[in-house]
């Protein structure tokens, strides 16, 4: 069983920077992904970003402002985010899981992080 704890979520400026960490506990290996989603209001859960075995995944609107990294000795993921725009906005969930041919399949969910990012 893994457990997924968030922080790091709060309130930016646009044009701002937050940086999110997932603190994984339970058996988790590096080939196992570990990523980022986002669910803003109204909104369907989308897949922010994810890390395995070295290699990550952005989702488009993303790409360029922010940055995943992992420290496999600290089973700890983070989500780097620059130049913060309003529709980032969200509840930020930390997940860990498969890769299923490319696909990361969560398995794993932390309880979420608020991001609110004023215009």
């Known amino acids: 069983q893994v457990q997924l704890v968030e922080s790091g979520g709060g309130l930016v400026q646009a044009g701002g920077s937050l940086r999110l960490s997932c603190l994984a506990s339970g058996t988790i290996f590096s080939f196992n992904p570990m990523g980022w989603y986002r669910q803003a209001l109204g909104k369907k859960r989308e897949l922010v970003a994810f890390v395995c075995s070295g290699d990550s995944r952005y989702v488009d609107s993303v790409k360029g402002r922010f940055t995943i990294s992992r420290d496999n000795a600290k089973k700890t993921v983070y989500l780097q985010m620059n130049s913060l725009k309003p529709e980032d906005t969200a509840v930020y969930y930390c997940?860990?899981?498969?890769?299923?041919?490319?696909?990361?399949?969560?398995?794993?969910w932390g309880q979420g992080t608020q991001v609110t990012v004023s215009s």
């Open positions: 997940a860990a899981g498969r890769l299923i041919a490319g696909t990361m399949i969560s398995d794993y």
